[in-house]
């Protein structure tokens, strides 16, 4: 059985490389002018993570606390489990946005050319590295698109995984644009395919997703952003526990 989940797991990388090799040469020359062809990238980077896990047997559930109005920006707030979190944005959000994602995803082949152009890539440990993120993911939210940020920073390195503290920077940034944050929770991707897969492989199935009421923060004298970060969390750890 897990040898089979090793071949599905390859078999879902060997995907992701076909579809970006058949868009490669459109995507560089996209890339060489982001601004003028963002919303075409956000296209590109949709179907080839979707067509990709489809390819291999895995769908997506989304379950809606409250309809969603899609015409506004949100920084959105998914806990993160798998590689396949991004898909499972890619697939939720049907407006155009941005990841805040790890230096390292400057690295890989396929999420290279997506970081160099309308993602924004952060060294966690660089103050100057993370006010230049803030300061681009500003940007974005005052063109009415929205961001991605993974509060917890990374993906747990205990299995099962569980809810871990939230960073502050997606709740200060929340603050400061006047911006709703969307909390979204992502219940099995783990169980499909844990981190990259290299331990337990990969197989088919159903992601499913519940999407919560989006919360807008009113800024006062007394606010801390600690207390911000607790209540986000405690709503998703709450049907994390409940759903996953």
């Not at 990388?13 to 890339?31: C, I, K």
């Not at 991605?148 to 503290?165: A, R, S």
């Not at 801390?224 to 709450?238: A, P």
Request: hydrophobic letters at 45%; a positive charge; proline letters at 6%.
């Amino acid at each position: 059985m897990l040898f089979l989940k090793k071949v599905l797991r390859i078999l879902y990388f060997v995907s992701v490389l076909f579809f970006f090799s058949l868009s490669f040469p459109v995507l560089y020359f996209l890339s060489k002018h982001p601004k003028k062809y963002y919303s075409h990238i956000v296209w590109f980077r949709k179907w080839i993570s979707i067509l990709s896990l489809h390819l291999v047997g895995v769908r997506f559930k989304i379950n809606y606390e409250v309809p969603i109005d899609w015409t506004k920006p949100y920084i959105i707030c998914p806990n993160h489990t798998s590689i396949l979190d991004i898909t499972a944005l890619t697939y939720l959000c049907p407006q155009q946005f941005s990841f805040i994602g790890k230096e390292e995803l400057l690295k890989n082949p396929v999420t290279r050319i997506f970081f160099k152009s309308i993602d924004i890539s952060v060294n966690r440990e660089s103050r100057i590295s993370a006010f230049k993120a803030f300061k681009k993911a500003t940007e974005l939210l005052q063109e009415g698109k929205s961001i991605v940020i993974f509060p917890e920073g990374k993906i747990d390195d205990e299995f099962p995984p569980m809810l871990h503290k939230f960073k502050a920077g997606a709740f200060k940034m929340a603050i400061e644009n006047k911006i709703s944050i969307l909390p979204v929770v992502i219940h099995n991707a783990y169980e499909i395919l844990w981190d990259d897969g290299s331990r337990f492989g990969s197989k088919p199935g159903i992601i499913k997703i519940s999407v919560l009421k989006p919360i807008l923060f009113e800024p006062t004298s007394n606010q801390k952003y600690d207390s911000i970060e607790m209540e986000v969390y405690e709503k998703m750890n709450k049907v994390w526990n409940n759903k996953s």
